[in-house]
């Protein structure tokens, strides 16, 4: 159902109050199988409307499209989706090794997995971070990544080989070239204040 059909065609259009907007939800309301936030922007709009109706003018519907186009609403087969993971932040000094981190959020994503957290309180037993995290103190938060670099160019087989297509007029190449070698390693020094772009594991 979306936001203009149930303003036009539930029990909430008699409302005249917000709260009499939620009790009319509560009351078993047509509305009751939408998500928390679209009750609650649906009960403003629907207020609006009553409002406004009474003042004699009319609500434009695109305020109703405007409620779900600002919202990002889950896709009901993501939500029930083993796979679905959920993105967000936590403090640099809470990451723990095994956490997939996104070092470059709002751009190109970029996400790799901790492979250590070093702070003043827990340096760990590697030489060298132990002696920069005893230099640098408190202030920051070291954490070494794996360094997985993505391929950005679609992949083809020729006489048996793996070939990645060339960007920018380059040359196509062999897909091995493209790949991080499978040490690799970054470190990444966050401010004890940062916060850190994580994702959630799926249930499966």
């Not at 060298?128 to 640098?136: M, P, T």
Request: net charge negative.
């Amino acid at each position: 159902m979306d936001l203009n059909t149930a303003i036009t065609g539930s029990r909430l259009r008699s409302c005249t109050t917000v709260k009499g907007c939620f009790r009319k939800v509560n009351q078993g309301s047509s509305v009751t199988r939408m998500g928390l936030y679209e009750v609650s922007c649906l009960i403003g709009l629907v207020f609006k409307q009553n409002l406004t109706a009474r003042a004699g003018a009319k609500v434009p519907e695109a305020d109703a499209k405007m409620c779900t186009m600002t919202h990002p609403v889950a896709d009901p087969r993501a939500v029930a989706d083993p796979r679905a993971v959920a993105e967000y932040r936590i403090p640099a000094p809470a990451l723990l090794a095994g956490d997939l981190v996104n070092t470059a959020p709002g751009g190109e994503d970029d996400w790799q997995q901790v492979l250590s957290v070093h702070t003043a309180e827990t340096p760990g037993e590697d030489a060298d971070a132990a002696a920069l995290i005893a230099e640098i103190g408190d202030r920051y938060v070291m954490v070494r990544l794996t360094d997985v670099a993505p391929v950005d160019s679609p992949v083809y087989f020729s006489e048996g080989t793996a070939l990645a297509y060339g960007l920018d007029g380059a040359d196509d190449g062999p897909v091995i070239d493209a790949l991080s070698e499978p040490d690799a390693v970054r470190t990444f020094l966050y401010t004890r204040f940062e916060l850190v772009t994580v994702r959630s594991r799926p249930s499966i």
